[in-house]
């Protein structure tokens, strides 16, 4: 049953932006694909969420964007790939990782983070350069980190609440949240009142296992009657990974370590980190791969060359 999607939202005042998700097919497919534990499974997702909510919140048309989280914990870096239009996929370094839960029974997802280390946030926006931004993690949560990176980097106030419920087998019954962001309407009252609300409302987890939808959870906090619907997109774990990519990347490599996989196994093996597909190479294709290589080494050496020379010349 496919039934993600996420909405966009205005409050009739015009004070606050909201966006809801459900993204329980997603971090299903990613907890599948990357077999992650119960720690992994709810730190991966709970970026997957924060990914999705954040790009559907900054990223225009084409643009996409790639969060990396590393702090330090003992599931290492989590990479997510987002779009502007619900494509997601996701990367967790080391999926097995299994903790005692924390004083509130959760799964201590900011133990397995860890907060020694950095979220990264990567905006390709068409042009040459990305754009990147780093902050430092706030608690490992996710959800905090995504608000402190809003906060940090957007300078937009907002709050991010993501969750994600993770079955005895490690398995997602459910995944979700929500990003508010506070617009200059807004006055320190309506925000404080906002914060108590969301103090108020049970987790995003605890709604989506009651089969709320990500509109009946704005509702909720906002009363239906103040909010104008904008929009309400699918979302999806996708991956655009191919042969023909895969060959790519491999011939960026130094050419004598593709002429060795030749010599050596005269076949190559080559795995996608994000969905698991398989690619092989037969000592043919290898070939070509290694011409383009070549090719490639010699320009770049060519082009080093001038420029050592060139840097000689101003020296002289
Ligand atoms: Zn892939």
């Known amino acids: 049953m496919q039934k993600d999607h996420l909405v966009k939202s205005i409050t ?6 909201a966006y809801a998700i459900d993204a329980t097919g997603v971090v299903a497919e990613a907890q599948q694909r990357q077999d992650t534990w119960s720690a992994s499974s709810a730190a991966l997702g709970r970026t997957l969420v924060g990914s999705l909510l ?3 919140s900054v990223l225009k048309g084409k643009e996409t964007m790639t969060v990396k989280i590393n702090g330090g914990g003992p599931i290492g870096a989590m990479i997510v790939d987002a779009d502007a239009n619900g494509n997601v996929k996701g990367y967790i370094q080391k999926p097995h990782v299994h903790l005692p839960l924390n004083d509130h029974h959760k799964i201590d997802v900011g133990k397995a983070v860890g907060v020694n ?38 300078q937009i106030p907002s709050a991010v609440g993501v969750s994600v419920f993770v079955n005895e087998d490690n398995t ?5 949240g929500y990003l508010i962001q506070t617009l200059p309407d807004a006055t320190d009252e309506d925000i404080s009142k906002l914060e108590k609300r969301l103090k ?8 989506l296992l009651s089969e709320q939808t990500p509109k009946d959870i704005l509702n909720l906090i906002f009363g239906e009657d103040n909010l104008d619907y904008l929009t309400d997109t699918p979302v999806k774990f996708t991956c655009t990974c191919s042969k023909k990519g895969f060959a790519k990347a491999l011939s960026k490599i130094d ?9 050596e196994d005269h076949k190559a093996e080559l795995v996608c980190h994000f969905c698991g597909a398989r690619y092989n190479y037969n000592e043919d294709e290898l070939k070509s791969i290694l011409t383009v290589s070549e090719k490639r080494d010699e ?13 000689q010349d101003n020296k002289e």
């Open 12 to 17: 009739k005042d015009g004070k606050f932006r």
């Open 54 to 56: 954040l790009s559907a």
């Open 117 to 154: 280390g950095f979220m990264q946030v990567m905006k390709s926006m068409g042009g040459d350069e990305p754009y990147t931004s780093n902050v430092p993690l706030a608690s490992g949560e996710i959800g905090d980190d995504f608000t402190y990176y809003l906060a940090q980097s957007e």
């Open 172 to 176: 997602i019954k459910v995944a979700g």
């Open 200 to 207: 108020e409302v049970p987790m995003v987890s605890e709604l």
């Open 255 to 263: 050419p004598k370590e593709i002429k060795k996989i030749i010599d």
């Open 299 to 311: 320009l770049e050496q060519a082009q080093n060359h001038g420029k050592d020379k060139h840097d």
